[in-house]
């Protein structure tokens, strides 16, 4: 039985004539202990749940020596994250593990004072209102993959998850860097972070024997190389631009001048490659995941995929589409949406509790692990009307989710700050493909949804586009 846990969970996918429920672990109803839920969260962190946890509630379990609460509910999350978030701000000790050797302290993984000091200049550097800037990289960079894929054979497959890494590699090079990455530089960036995710370890067994910040890191040879391929990329576009060599209008560059005239920032060098890196990877990782996501859902929702097409015809026609375009794209945006409810890519957010606490019912010690899972909350029986089936219309003609409900951004003060960017992004660029091409998944493929620090299709996702004429 743990032997199964271990290596394989079962992936459930259904469809009628008009209707589709996408790929989702099976969650077990029977007997799912602690142990269970270990080895199945070291395989994909979302084959940790149970049946009964797919319903909104807050509650707590023990598991091995490490007490773990699962705040589920719009109430409990709005406590932890707004009302006191000071006490859970602090990121779970795995995922700083995990993350320090691709973004040592940058943002993403930073609390207390350096977090404080950090959050508003990065914040303010990738605020909506720089996303114009970036507008015309964004349309070119997707028109050049387009081009590229209408130029292949026809009936080429190709895995859509490092193509829309790539991609989403190129857009933020280009926005935070100011430079084109180019296909080398891109590929080892894009191929380093799947490495990494695969060989990192997501669940360290010592935290959950009670080592409060886990045991370090074991770095084997594949692992260093992985790191040193994205750092080798993301330490010569810093240096470029300290040195003067950088675009001007990057925001890179942005946060070099600020440090160069507020020195008490201190932003040195090391700060500045980390949260270079930090933007680089959290500002690709999560909009690629999106992007492959909603090839995925739109593939097998064909008349969905045909309200998207008649919709990009009525509002571009055949020109390219712009940024300028997206606020009358409704239903590319509801796509994008639908696709970030059923796959938030951080579809857990864990953290750990700085002092005693209560949330809802549940007391609370310090150290203790709390998440908020996205994952579980976009499927919560009680919140949605069918939480698995695949239903963009939920998000169009100004509908939208309770508070707290729908959170795959995230929520309080640690709410990602580049959600203009990257729901502009996967708009803009799921209005250019579908424009373009019908997208299928290859015949006989099983998608399996698998997170180790994101939510992606394990293996990737080989598919095939066919031009529109
Ligand atoms: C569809 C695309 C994206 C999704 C789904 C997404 C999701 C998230 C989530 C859920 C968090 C919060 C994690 C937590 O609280 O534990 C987060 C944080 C963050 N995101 Fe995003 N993100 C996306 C795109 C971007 C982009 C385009 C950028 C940069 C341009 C970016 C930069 C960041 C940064 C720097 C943080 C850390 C913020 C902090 O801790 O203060 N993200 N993202």
Redesign the pocket.
Known sequence: MVQMLWTRQRIREERGPDWFVPAHPAPPTGRFGALERLLSARRSLIGAFHEADYVSGCGSMRVLGRRVILVNSPETIKYA?VTNHENYER?SPQ?RRALRPIVGD?????DGET?KRR?PL??DI?HKDTIPRSGRSMEAAVADMADRWQARPAGTVFNALPEMAGL?AEI?AR??FGQKLGAGAAHDIVSGFSRFQRLVDSVNIPYFLGADDGWPLVRGPRLRKAVANISRVIDKVVADHIAGRGDHNS?LEALVHRQARSPQLGLDVGALRE?AA??FM??????A??LTWALYLLANAPWVEEAVQREVETVVGDRRPTLDDIRNLAWCRAV?EET?RLY???PI???QARSADRIGDVAVEANDLVL?V?WLLHRANDLWDRPRHFLPERFLEGKRPPPYTY?????????????A???A??VLCLASLVQRFRIRVVDGHRVEPSCRLSLRPLGGLPMIATARA
């Open positions: 994250m990121k995922l940058g943002l993403f993984i930073s977090w959050r990065v914040a990738i989403t933020i926005a935070v925001m949260e930090t933007i959290a500002g690709h990782e999560g909009s995941a999106t994008i970030l938030p890519s951080i957010m864990a953290r908020v996205s959170i795959p951004f995230g929520v309080g003060p640690r709410i990602c700050p580049g959600l960017f990257g729901m992004e996967t």
